[in-house]
């Protein structure tokens, strides 16, 4: 398709597609003539993708470059991409914060907690993120022990291991699309990114409602 469909089909500016092209988010499409490209299906999940990041996770278009320079480069395997991903879902910055450099030491229930998960004992974003998260709980006087965040993360941690298994099984295979053929790494990112802030969401929204369940009920039966 030329450049006036591509931007039809997608939903997004021929304007935006050009500022995408030039900033190196959306790959060039097949040379027809000097002034024309051929694109397909690649460029429509490319900019569907971009777009996810765009309006769903707020990110930034050097952000976003960054990620997808990861997608465009075989050398980089697509668990790169999804740990880019999830820090632009997570609205963390792309480097860790040097907390070690602060002279910090770590929060003392988050070794245990690994621990008692049976997960690695390893420096991440996210750990380095829970870390300053509890020193912000303490600093308001909430509890941050043991059996506080093994009540959270139990239930999480089984949530966790399905969201992993759905994007790709032990034996490394890409998950199929609607016609049984396998889905691009663009398209599995895109999902990781969108699912991630939807579900974080509905956790948050059950959350809630079984707050507001249990206290309807609290108050209908004090006893």
């Known amino acids: 398709m030329l450049l006036a469909e591509l931007a039809e089909v997608s939903g997004v500016s021929v304007a935006s597609i050009k500022f995408y092209r030039r900033e190196g988010l959306l790959p060039a499409g097949a040379r027809l003539t000097a002034t024309r490209q051929d694109y397909g299906t690649a460029h429509l999940e490319r900019l569907e993708l971009i777009q996810v990041l765009r309006e769903v996770a707020g990110a930034p278009i050097a952000r976003i470059a960054h990620l997808t320079a990861i997608l465009d480069d075989p050398e980089q395997p697509l668990l790169s991409a999804l740990g880019a991903a999830q820090l632009i879902s997570l609205g963390l910055p792309a480097e860790e914060p040097d907390t070690a450099g602060a002279g910090l030491p770590e929060h003392p229930s988050i070794a ?16 380095s993120a829970l870390d300053t998260l509890l020193r912000s709980l303490e600093g308001w006087g909430m509890p941050t022990d043991d059996e506080v965040l093994r009540r959270f993360a139990e239930p999480v941690a089984e949530i966790a291991r399905a969201d ?12 199929d699309g609607p016609d049984g053929s396998p889905v691009s790494d663009d398209v599995q990112v895109m999902r990781a990114v969108a699912g991630a802030i939807a579900f974080d969401r509905l956790i948050q929204l059950l959350r ?7 206290s309807i009920l609290q108050a209908r039966d004090p006893g």
């Open 208 to 214: 809630a409602l079984g707050h507001t369940s249990y």
């Open 164 to 175: 992993v298994a759905s994007i790709r099984d032990l034996r490394g295979e890409l998950p």
């Open 112 to 127: 245990p907690l690994l621990s008692h998960l049976g997960w690695p004992d390893v420096h991440t974003a996210p750990r």
